[in-house]
């Protein structure tokens, strides 16, 4: 049997695992406007300690084993042919082409804020707007951070530890942030936050100016829709969940009224059992949960499956997010389990047995120094 032609339309973190699992059972080629690995993990981590973040958090690609045997596209997805099976892509000297699969793994995820964007860049254009954030935020005598996720949190805990001078105060919507986690959670973090010295603001509701996508730090005063006087800091981190879904290059039929790529719960769009989505852009369940929960390798092995004529399995969704919330601190990496309990992973081991072992290793096949 002839090895299929997998595209990987998009090598974030979703993608590239994908990529990986199928590389030694299929033709593949990735497409993506980044020259590395930038991963939309840990926001906290990347503001307060950005040489820390970069060592496992933004990875040029040759340095994973597994993609010795696939091709990478640089470039910008420009549109999709579904009857002729390819996609149109402007690689990043300006030439234009297109690129022919068997099979299209659409994983192209989400604008989110000033962290996780489209844009065509240059190794030196990402390190060179990661520099400049941290420094931003490092020069504040008082930091706004707006929104009640994960990032929010992790931001507001992370600068309130590493710049412990910094007044750093966090305004989320209602009585408690988290709260797509389990309340055990937020009952757990909400301590660690206010020994850091984070201030907590509950019930506030950010007004987002008209225009305002939310992708830059500011310092224009924060107003409030629920009643509250305007609030003022040096710098303003807006995190608060505005997610725009990275498809624009495809045709409508294929996504949901937001915007989402539909799928069937084998993570396939309906109508093309030969397009596959994962990650943030896939609209697999209220969550988008295919991010996590390894729905990158349930997809690998379902494209293996139908290439041999056997039976798919289907996605299933946890009701909750679960995993990391804060990122590494200094006493350990904590993983909060669906139930909301947390287990601490002991900081000596995160460097030395977590990252090498389970994640350079197991995660990701084998990855170069």
């Known amino acids: ?131 400049a954030d941290h420094e931003r935020l490092a020069s504040a005598r008082s930091v706004l951070v707006v929104g009640g996720g994960a990032a929010a949190v992790s931001t507001a805990l992370n600068l309130a530890r590493s710049h412990p001078g910094t007044h750093v105060e966090l305004c989320y919507p209602g009585e408690r942030a988290l709260p797509q986690h389990h309340a055990r959670v937020w009952s757990h973090v909400r301590r660690r936050l206010s020994d850091a010295g984070v201030v907590l603001r509950p019930g506030r509701r950010a007004v987002v100016p008209d225009g305002f996508a939310c992708d830059a730090i500011t310092d224009a005063p924060v107003a409030w829709s629920t009643g509250q006087p305007p609030s003022s800091a040096d710098a303003v981190v807006w995190a608060i969940g505005r997610v725009r879904p990275n498809t624009g290059w495809l045709p409508p039929e294929l996504l949901d009224e937001r ?47 139908q290439a041999a004529g056997r039976e798919l399995t289907a996605f299933r969704a946890p009701r909750r997010r679960w995993g990391s919330v804060l990122g590494p601190q200094p006493d350990g990496l904590e993983i909060f389990a669906p139930n909301g309990r947390p287990f601490r992973i002991p900081a000596w081991s995160v460097g030395t047995v977590l990252q090498p072992w389970v994640v350079r290793r197991g995660i990701y096949r084998g990855m170069r120094s």
């Open 1 to 131: 049997m002839s090895r299929p032609r997998v595209l990987v339309a998009g090598l974030g973190d979703s993608g590239l695992l994908t990529a990986i699992h199928l590389s030694r059972h299929a033709d593949v080629v990735g497409i993506s406007a980044k020259p590395a690995l930038v991963s939309g993990q840990e926001l906290g981590l990347r503001l307060a300690a950005p040489d820390d973040w970069s060592r496992d958090y933004l990875v040029p690609f040759d340095r994973f084993r597994r993609l010795d045997r696939t091709r990478t596209v640089h470039g910008t997805l420009t549109g999709l042919d579904l009857r002729a099976r390819s996609v149109g892509v402007t690689a990043a000297d300006g030439t234009t082409g297109t690129e022919e699969y068997d099979v299209l793994v659409i994983s192209t995820g989400v604008s989110n804020g000033f962290w996780r964007r489209p844009d065509l860049q240059s190794h030196d254009e990402v390190a060179a707007a990661l520099r």
């Open 259 to 305: 915007g989402f790529v539909r799928v069937t719960p084998t993570l396939q769009v309906p109508g093309h059992d030969e397009v596959f989505a994962v990650g943030d852009v896939a609209a697999s369940d209220p969550l988008r949960s295919s991010a996590r929960n390894r729905a990158d390798k349930l997809v690998a092995a379902n494209i293996r499956a």
